[in-house]
């Protein structure tokens, strides 16, 4: 991103900018989240970057945090036509395992598609693999390269005096720097071991400013902060001239073992497995420089570890670590722990000090085929969570519960709101990452209990996997026998129950918490102030008054359309919309080579895909009075009335299509083009629900009809085209419809 910034900004590179301004960049968290702009078109070029459970849940068709509709979308573009590299694969041998099948399955058991296929490639410094990508005496030649590999990290091993309490250890000798004016970085396995430091240091007169800490249990949107915190700053390459002061310390979990750039003075320790020491020793004197150049002639590591009488043989983790002190032994002697003396290291003897490979669960053609079954909403027999596919299973596993925040509890704290109602406000206006944070549930129970007990009648959701949402009042918690109902959901709380500290960790003492659903994308609205222009309306709801006086109250929730695209706020003509779409269409399709049946497959669907719209019913919801003489495909902004569209205008379009020899195409073909029409807003996987089966246009017997066909025709196409093959087709449509909705011809805008 920063070197996006710096071609934008620079005249000396005027001759490239053309060309890195097609690159699409979409991230987690930060400047560019969730932007989708890598949806826009995918014949152009884009760089996603995400977590395993971000990028892994989508190519299985059940993407956290977005709506159900997209699922299909997101699984087709991250898994066709694209270049997977799972960096640090080694923490995450589960996930590799699964996109490596994906890549084998697509290439031996799909059929051949005219685009490429996805493919993965895996990325890590800490591998078990004797095959590995190395360095050679060549690349020691180069400065930067034996600058890092040779820095100076001296190597203490201490045993503990009490293996059951290290963080007393670990900050007696953290405080040893105290007036050394340095950067001091401290890991423990434990998030109460992190706390308890954090305190110690606190009560030995160190500024909680000198202090950070860094978890995996801190909310994202102060873990975001931590970044631009002047504290943190001193870890990082260049600390900038307001960076805090004399001696800092950042204690942390594994959480800061990966994913940071960052460069201590000296590093304090409690043991852990090979791989987890490596990337702990990769976070002091990084660079083997200063910020100056200066190359660095001190840089101590000090690692506690258990005496012989106290190790746990029931703890799996106990032999690998064992061979890791063995190891480290080595190293100590040497006088150096620098990369270069780690990969020197017997390769047998590293690998046998890694942690157990979790147990990887087998995903198979069954699974895959469930899991794509995205409009089959709740549980399904043979459809289990996918997150144990993404991440194993291991015989340390505890259980996790997720919190977050929401304004929405009390705003939906009303008798016309259901649970029904809750879960579609999430999956159109998602819960994201800087809302969330997640706590081992046996420590979540104890805030749980605590916040039920001062707020007893407030509101809280229990979202699962599913998607599925349960209200309960706050002293659920309270109740023992309801206390493991919180293992693996997420718990969304009302801000006025508080529950969350200053940190951005969860803690059932404080009296404060905030809603961190708002971004520079989206917003909710009530009807007062301003909505942006380019945002559009993705749920609203009307909630009644209680006073007969009052007018009832709607609220809206927006995001913003795509990056450089404007949404009408006007009424959009049919037919105009449908020349948007064939007009986006045909630049995708442009940069694509999907062969001239495909291609008039997908501009056939583009044509009629919309035809269902013409019904009074649905003319009536978008608030068109001249209905028949005049359609309309868009409502632009809407006004105060409030309609909820219950039927499916792409379920009406099916009975609209010509026929073959009418459209002059194969049986097959027309087959395709029925297919795309039904799905182009997430349906027919493989089915409507069948509230939904209804057209005012014909019988409900030939309604019925109709809908038998449409699983049907998902169950061939899929064998025709793949899984991930026939989401591409669709996506293909949509993505077109999405960017034609989103920048409509203003000639075809109605001027009311």
């Not at 050679?136 to 201490?158: E, G, P, W």
């Not at 969860?506 to 917003?523: N, P, V």
Request: hydrophobic share 35%; aromatic share 8%; proline share 6%.
């Amino acid at each position: 991103i920063r070197y996006k910034n710096a071609i934008a900004n620079s005249p000396q590179l005027s001759i490239i900018r053309d060309r890195i301004e097609r690159l699409r960049i979409s991230t987690l968290r930060g400047q560019f989240a969730d932007n989708g702009d890598w949806c826009e078109n995918p014949s152009q070029p884009a760089v996603i970057c995400g977590t395993v459970d971000m990028i892994g849940s989508r190519l299985l068709f059940s993407g956290y945090g977005i709506g159900r509709s997209k699922r299909p979308l997101h699984a087709a573009f991250l898994g066709q036509d694209a270049l997977l590299i799972h960096d640090e694969a080694h923490l995450e041998p589960a996930f590799q395992t699964l996109i490596t099948t994906i890549e084998k399955q697509q290439l031996d058991n799909e059929p051949i598609v005219p685009w490429p296929k996805l493919k993965v490639m895996e990325l890590t410094a800490t591998t078990k693999s004797r095959e590995s990508f190395t360095l050679d005496n060549s690349d020691y030649a180069n400065k930067i390269v034996a600058q890092r590999m040779n820095s100076t990290k001296r190597l203490f091993l201490h045993e503990l005096k009490d293996a059951k309490k290290p963080a007393k250890e670990l900050f007696e000798r953290a405080l040893a720097f105290k007036t050394s004016e340095q950067a001091i970085l401290i890991f423990a396995q434990s998030v109460e071991a992190v706390l308890e430091i954090q305190s110690a240091l606190e009560k030995a007169k160190i500024p909680q400013e000198s202090i950070r800490t860094l978890t995996g249990t801190i909310r994202g949107k102060e873990r975001d902060a931590l970044a631009e915190h002047p504290t943190f700053a001193r870890f990082l390459p260049n600390p900038p001239g307001d960076a805090t002061k004399g001696t800092v310390y950042l204690v942390c979990t594994s959480a800061g073992e990966v994913g940071v750039n960052i460069s201590a003075d000296h590093l304090i320790c409690d043991l852990t497995t090979f791989e987890s020491m490596s990337q702990r020793f990769g976070r002091v004197n990084r660079f083997g420089v200063d910020q100056f150049g200066k190359q660095v002639e001190d840089c101590e590591v000090h690692v506690f570890h258990p005496g012989p009488a106290h190790w746990d043989d029931k703890d799996p983790l106990t032999r690998p670590r064992q061979r890791t002190l063995e190891l480290l032994r080595e190293l100590e002697a040497k006088g150096s722990a620098s990369p270069k003396a780690l990969s020197e290291l017997d390769e047998t003897l590293r690998a046998n000090a890694f942690a157990p490979t979790p147990m990887i669960l087998p995903a198979t053609d069954m699974l895959f085929d469930a899991w794509a079954l995205t409009t089959i909403t709740g549980t399904l027999p043979g459809r289990p969570p996918v997150k144990p596919y993404l991440r194993g299973l291991t015989e340390l596993e505890i259980p996790e519960t997720h919190f977050a925040w929401r304004d929405d509890v009390q705003l939906l704290d009303h008798h016309s709101v259901n649970d029904k109602d809750r879960a579609e406000l999430l999956l159109a206006y998602p819960l994201l990452t800087q809302e969330l944070l997640r706590e081992p549930s046996y420590r979540a129970v104890k805030h749980l209990d605590a916040i039920g007990k001062r707020h007893p009648e407030h509101h809280a959701w229990l979202v699962r996997d599913d998607g599925n949402v349960e209200q309960v009042t706050l002293d659920f918690f309270t109740i023992k026998d309801n206390q493991e109902r919180i293992n693996g959901i997420t718990v969304v709380l009302d801000p006025r129950s508080g529950g969350l500290n200053a940190g951005g960790m969860l803690d059932g003492g404080s009296e404060s918490a905030s809603d961190a659903s708002k971004t520079a994308d989206r917003c909710r609205s009530d009807g007062e102030g301003t909505v942006p222009p380019d945002f559009h309306e993705v749920f609203s709801f009307l909630i009644p008054s209680e006073d007969e006086d009052e007018d009832p109250v709607i609220h809206r929730w927006f995001t913003r359309r795509n990056t450089g695209q404007v949404n009408s706020r006007k009424p959009v003509l049919l037919a105009s919309h449908v020349a948007d779409v064939e007009r986006e269409l045909e630049k995708i399709l442009s940069g694509l080579s999907l062969g001239d049946s495909l291609n008039r497959c997908l501009k056939i669907a583009a044509l009629f895909h919309d035809d269902g719209k013409k019904r009074q019913l649905f003319q009536s919801v978008l608030g068109n009075r001249n209905a028949a003489s005049v359609w309309w495909a868009k409502s632009g902004r809407k006004s105060g009335t409030w309609l909820k569209e219950k039927y499916r205008h792409e379920f009406g379009s099916l009975s609209e299509l010509p026929t073959a020899a009418e459209l002059g195409i194969t049986d097959d073909e027309r087959e395709l083009v029925l297919h795309l029409i039904a799905a182009h807003h997430g349906r027919a996987r493989p089915h409507f629900p069948s509230d939904e089966t209804f057209d005012p246009h014909q019988s409900q017997e030939a309604s019925s009809e109709l809908a038998m066909t449409v699983p049907q025709r998902f169950g061939r196409l899929q064998r025709r085209y793949g899984r991930w093959g026939l989401a591409y087709l669709e996506s293909l449509l949509r993505a077109a419809d999405w960017s034609a909705s989103a920048n409509p011809n203003p000639e075809g805008e109605i001027q009311e």
